[in-house]
């Protein structure tokens, strides 16, 4: 269950993220449907890497019973999957601020969540 709700998160930060950058794009007249489908293919390829993490997870655990060591693959799974999980958010919500600053010019709060989270995401 915690594999859909990785997924599903993920799968709404991207089409936030996909909606406030035609927001954006529509507010500041650079609208291009070669961004929007690179965009939207971005988006895809997140949700195929928390996909896949969460089947390495899956599978790390799997092998770990059949290899008697269900502790230790229990932990390096989902180790995985989390990391990649707190990744594609904190790179999502970053993303979904910086396209409401630039809708909303007036909008400083944004603009401090965003310089946080931009030195949380270099520190890692």
């Avoid at 859909?4 to 529509?26: E, H, N, R, V």
């Avoid at 007249?29 to 928390?50: D, F, Q, Y």
């Avoid at 599978?59 to 290899?67: E, N, P, S, V």
């Avoid at 693959?73 to 999957?81: C, L, Q």
Wanted: aromatic residues 8%.
């Amino acid at each position: 269950m915690q594999y859909i709700i990785m997924i599903i998160i993920i799968i709404g930060l991207a089409a936030a993220d996909y909606i406030t950058g035609l927001i954006k794009a529509y507010c500041t007249n650079t609208l291009a449907s070669s961004k929007m489908r690179r965009g939207g293919l971005n988006k895809l390829g997140e949700i195929v890497v928390m996909t896949s993490a969460c089947g390495l997870d899956i599978g790390i655990c799997a092998l770990g019973k059949y290899y008697q060591a269900a502790e230790l693959s229990d932990i390096a799974g989902t180790v995985a999957a989390v990391l990649v999980f707190g990744y594609i958010t904190i790179m999502e919500i970053v993303s979904i601020f910086e396209n409401y600053a630039e809708i909303n010019p007036e909008a400083q709060w944004a603009l401090k969540i965003i310089k946080r989270l931009k030195n949380h995401r270099e520190d890692n």
